[in-house]
T-cell receptor, first 112, second 114 residues
Framework: GESVGLHLPTLSVQEGDNSIINCAYS??????FIWYKQESGKGPQFIID?????DKRQGQRVTVLLNKTVKHLSLQIAATQPGDSAVYFC???????????FGGGTRLMVKP | EPEVTQTPSHQVTQMGQEVILRCVPI?????FYWYRQILGQKVEFLVS????????KSEIFDDQFSVERPDGSNFTLKIRSTKLEDSAMYFC????????????FGQGTRLTVV
């Protein structure tokens, strides 16, 4: 499950700070979006999802914002911890089928 | 917590050989998927499977690939004649429902074709 990508955008934050990871999606027909976390050697792990009839959804320490006008999705992580270090992927589904289309990923590095 | 399990974790095979990657989806899930991730690249959809047939597949899923649910618990991906470019992490996933619903992923099988 490694996403060891030399070309992955990287976000480096201090432990305790808030993190914001952004994603631009491509399909205006997409109506369901998920953020996945992928740690080294593991598969994608569900974090939070949002449907297109919403523009914000909150979970535990995480918030997803959806801006359909500009096809933009963001993941906010409050009080980032070292265990949050991973690659984060957004994924979209257009409900016409059942495949998820993943974005390119962002590597989050948390400095203690 | 129920999880998707995949075996083996790492498979090395010679070019031209057949490989079978195995998955045990979550027991009450009805929809099954295979995705792959070439090193350093994004996760890509291969195929989805429901009610013992393929429901959707991508351009990657050509005639060299096939899927099967040989019994009530296993879901397999077969690559008939592997190529170097098939080297990737292969993830199995399952979901209770189709479409706007969470898909749970396994830990992946790293396939290395030499």
């Amino acid at each position: 499950g490694e996403s060891v990508g030399l070309h992955l955008p990287t976000l480096s934050v201090q432990e305790g700070d808030n993190s914001i990871i952004n994603c631009a999606y491509s399909n205006s027909a997409s109506d369901y979006f998920i953020w996945y976390k992928q740690e080294s050697g593991k598969g994608p792990q569900f974090i939070i999802d949002i449907r297109s009839n919403m523009d914000k959804r909150q979970g535990q320490r995480v918030t997803v914002l959806l801006n359909k006008t500009v096809k933009h999705l963001s993941l906010q992580i409050a009080a980032t911890q070292p265990g949050d270090s991973a690659v984060y992927f957004c994924a979209e589904n257009n409900n016409a089928g059942n495949m998820l289309t993943f974005g390119g990923g962002t590597r989050l590095m948390v400095k203690p | 917590e129920p999880e998707v399990t995949q075996t083996p974790s790492h498979q090395v095979t010679q070019m031209g050989q057949e490989v079978i990657l195995r998955c045990v989806p979550i027991s009450n899930h009805l929809y099954f998927y295979w995705y792959r991730q070439i090193l350093g690249q994004k996760v890509e959809f291969l195929v989805s499977f429901y009610n013992n047939e393929i429901s959707e597949k991508s351009e990657i899923f050509d005639d060299q690939f096939s899927v099967e649910r040989p019994d009530g618990s296993n879901f397999t991906l077969k690559i008939r004649s592997t190529k170097l470019e098939d080297s990737a992490m292969y993830f199995c996933a399952s979901s209770e429902l189709v479409g706007n619903t969470e898909a749970f992923f396994g830990q992946g099988t790293r396939l290395t074709v030499v």
